[in-house]
């Protein structure tokens, strides 16, 4: 998951963090000073580095964001561990 995440630049970081959050693609956009189609290609990208882009049927906007959501639990359990 670490070697996935760390292909992902900042600004998609960006926009998979208020994925996660809940957020819509216009309130990304708002937030981040994006168009809307800047935020569907970010997304579209974020799902193509995350292996989410050949999948039929499936919420890919959710499995990315449970991909993050673990990410970060899985960087800050690390940090707890080397404190």
Do not use: C, P
């Not at 292909?7 to 000073?33: K, P, Y």
């Not at 499995?63 to 940090?79: C, T």
């Amino acid at each position: 998951m670490r070697l996935m995440m760390q292909n992902l630049t900042s600004r998609e970081l960006q926009v998979l963090e208020q994925v996660a959050e809940g957020w819509d693609n216009s309130a990304i956009a708002h937030s981040l000073f994006l168009s809307l189609t800047s935020v569907s290609r970010l997304l579209s990208g974020i799902y193509t580095k995350l292996s989410l882009d050949l999948e039929e049927g499936t919420y890919k906007r959710v499995k990315a964001a449970v991909i993050y959501l673990n990410w970060k639990r899985s960087e800050k359990d690390a940090d707890q561990a080397e404190s």
